[in-house]
């Protein structure tokens, strides 16, 4: 296929206006001007002239005819001018929105009319259409339509097929260029978009696999092992690419056999303990893939799929933290303990050659490291005294709850709590016109420490002595924050808070307070909770100690 | 440790690339498609293997934290982390600090550093992804931030801040202004969005300063520079954004106007640096700013079916790219 040249390179008439990033900036506001202009068509067609979908079809098919014509025929022929770089754009643009439009007038064609249309669609686009973001796209577009017309067939398992059959066809877009390459230009971006075709649906394939029932037939149990098959092929396609390079280096200047034989096995120990998991082997193939194709857009591509793939990974609910912490250890083992080897064997042969720094810049270095430490676990240990004191010392007070719960950045699943005296603070708040933060009073029941609200904090009078002092905070709707509103808990005991009634506190003589743990109806302990050596004497604990727990 | 985890890399790699075209000249053209150096790829198997696996194992670290295991002690599971942390700046040591390996092993300690305030939290129960846990995470890493002097950790650290601004807006915001039937929530949004756009431009205008003296290894590598002024200028147009859909015109467009005219001349300034993408960034905020306030004007004036008006918005988005593109085509000549 002979294409004319793209439009990155017609433009490259100035080193500043052919930056990429400029020519992605005309890009974008192309696009969002055409996905405009096409939205108010829509709309026009549907809701005020009512047509026809069949002639939304014929349309948006006649829009990209239009815009092939122009791009292969009329844009060729025209010199080099601002406005050139501009309508290559809105070429594309309009391509685009007559693509959106065939497959929205396809929607009534039956559930596979849409999924089907812009398979097809895109196919042809990215083979006629001499663009690299169209070529770019094309692939991304026809994997997602693959994946909806399966399921539009009620078939499952699209996501994996469309993955496996993606990383099958990449390697041949990602060769690195011949001097005669029969694919053209089309060559990268195709494989680009495969590429993150592949990446995309690897994600669906291990993150929304049950949120549609599977069929009770054979494919069901294929199902099950979806990522596993996965990962071997994945595996298999790196080993095979690892081994074309090894075969390409003459045998003389080959590594020593037991460092390939370590690279291989480190491999293989990875896919086999993270079967369940694709995603870290995916990566580890693109990223080799990317140094033999010496591509910075894959290395970025590959390495930012990491970072969503564990993101996504911690946020999944199919194996519990403590299996996937597990997973992600041997991994890493696994891969660390490869490097190690590769180390020792360097440094056998080698004879390493040390860049001496200055000593004492090293020693200056050293201090702030060593003083940064120092600071940390002065801070942690500092923050964990006072809270250990608190725990000691402080008077437990109860209070009533109404609970609700989800997981947090990085420390894992907790229970939201809402405290029921929330509306009579909010009430006081409202009516005194104080701050939304500042110290509340309650009174404690010497039955059982439950408190109650008494009212907000003047400080004008001293406190009784049934009463305390705590710190509170108001949020978005009404929300009570006292020592922090949430209770972390183990992974998968949910359940066993479900019944918590009450919150039990320690509180400080200054405000401060702490979390201890939640009660139920009958003020028993629910799990496991902050327990410390009480101090038999301490002043403010010992006064409503009697008849307090229930143990 | 046995082994001395040392690397002896140098961080921009150059002898690597001077080898590799150096000993390709005399290869067969297959080798040299692929580049097949064994030295580099010795680097490559090097960055590889220790890149993911300490990733991996970061991400271990993080989710046996998340998983809360009542089983361990509470001081059982503080020493551990503690003891990890410790470890890793013992190896950043052995590294010898500023080579690859010393800088990964800080930037290790710096992340892990998340994971035991995360802990603190858990323990004691305290807030959820607390503003404060992401603040003083962010100051203690900044002394290994000054010995690695490598730009992943200054990332981490403008990260880190604009997570805590987001977070102290989003919990805080009620109680700064808490006066009833005063500004809605949501301007929560825009207040972080500002502050974030402040964090970043301070992180941008430090990336851009040449470091005093060249002998201290100081990486801060363009990427850095641009990552920053990108987060900066989204940040500050995402903020705008949402306050011209929460304020009243009149007000939003006295913020948005000015705004416009500053990007424009902050795009001339970068343009005549030849920072192509800070450029084109500044552009398209400010185009995307111009047609969401004509189309808020427009619906506000509710003169036009919305068919027409998005065909209106559509002609405006069309012809600032036209008028962009002339613009720097124009730049680029004059400057040439």
Redesign the interface.
Known sequence: MTSPPSGAQQSA?????A?W??R???G???W??????T???A??TF??LELDHLVLLAAGIALFGLALYLRRVLLPRMIER??K??LV??ALAIGMCGQMLAVGGAAELGDAGAPWTAFAMAIIAGWLYPDAAQRFLSPVIAGFALVAALRAHELTGGSSLAAVLGTLILPFFLR???SHNPLGDAQLPVGLGLAAMSLAMLLWSSFLPHQHGAPEDAAALLGAHQPRLLTLHLAGLTLLLLWR?RG???PD?R?APDVQLI?AT?LAALAAFTSSVPG?TA??GL??LA??R?SSALTVMATLF?FTF?LL??YDLQL???D??????T??????G???Y???R??RSDT????R?ASER?RW??G??????L???V??NT??GA?EKLLREGATVLLELAPQDP????????M?LRYRIAEDVWRA??SDDL???GALVLSVEPQGNIGRFIGLDDKAHDLESTAVRIRY????KHEL?L?????????G?AARYEVARYAELRVGETGDC???GLKNAKLQRL??Q?ETNRPVDSKLASQRKRGTDPR | MSVDVAMDVDSNGLTAELEAHGSGSSESPAAQRYDLCPESWRRFADQLLLGVGVASLLAAVMMLVAYNWSSLDRFVKLGLLQGTLVVTVAIAWRARWQTFGGRLALCATAILLGPLLALLGQIYQGAASDYRLFLLWALLILPWGFVARWAPIWLLVAILLDIAAWRFWQTRYVALWSAPGGLSHDYFIVAAGSTMALVNATGWLLARSRPKRADLHDERPAWLEQTLALGTIGCATFAELVSLLLAPLSVSAAIIVPSIALGLAMARRQQQRQQALITAGLLLCCIVLVSMLVQQSLRAADVLPEWLELLVVGLVFAVQGGVAASWLRHEARSHD
Not at chain 1, 324 to 329: R, T, V, Y
Not at chain 1, 352 to 355: L, M, T, V, W, Y
Not at chain 1, 368 to 373: P, R, S, V
Not at chain 1, 407 to 414: E, P, V
């Open positions: 008439g100035s080193p500043v206006a930056h990033s400029l992605l900036l005309m974008v506001v192309g969002l001007a055409a996905t405009c202009v939205g108010g068509l709309i026009l809701d005020v601002p406005s770089m501009a754009q809105f690195p260029t011949k390079i390409l280096i003459p200047r590594p690279c480190a870290i990566a580890i990223l080799i140094r033999v010496r990491l564990l990974f911690y519990t933290l403590l996937k912490a597990a997973i992600c250890a991994a890493g083992l696994c891969l660390v490869a490097w190690l590769l180390r020792w360097q440094r390493p050659s040390r860049s720094q090293r270095v050293g702030l490291a060593t003083t940064g430490l600071l940390t676990l801070t942690v923050i964990v809270k997981r947090a950045l990085l420390q894992g699943d907790y939201q708040v409202q701050a939304a933060s905070r108001l949020g978005r924050s020592c922090g509103n949430t209770f972390f808990f183990e992974e005991d702490i979390l201890v799990g496991k902050l």
